[in-house]
């Protein structure tokens, strides 16, 4: 399970929006979205500063989102990797569910698959 201090500045912007609900064009006012998208994935630019934001807990659904991400995967990958539908996995990812140990058993599943 990732903790809050293992995660990048990027991922830090990318739950942050997320928890908020906005798009990215709507996250940083002033910033081009070109620029923002590349602060999410972690390919800064230097003439602009990346805000620091502050994460204190990471959420089961936000979990699977990070770890598909970090594993390089899009959502059709990942899907198939863990025999669900997509439509599924983006009910997870979002925490549309509120089952926390329905995701918790996904996450085990994608361990037992990186470990393999």
Not at 82 to 99: F, R
């Amino acid at each position: 399970m990732l903790k809050a201090d293992d995660l990048t500045k990027g991922e830090r912007l990318l739950l942050d929006r997320r928890r908020r609900g906005v798009s990215q064009p709507e996250a940083q006012p002033g910033v081009p979205v070109d620029v923002y998208r590349r602060w999410e994935t972690d390919q800064f630019v230097n003439e602009w500063n990346v805000p620091l934001i502050q994460i204190d807990e990471i959420q089961a659904h936000e979990q699977l989102l990070l770890v598909r991400r970090r594993l390089g995967k899009n959502q059709t990958e990942m899907a198939e990797a863990l025999n669900v539908s997509v439509a599924w996995l983006k009910v997870l990812e979002t925490g549309g569910t509120q089952k926390r140990e329905t995701v918790e058993k996904v996450l085990e599943t994608l361990n037992e698959l990186a470990t393999n």
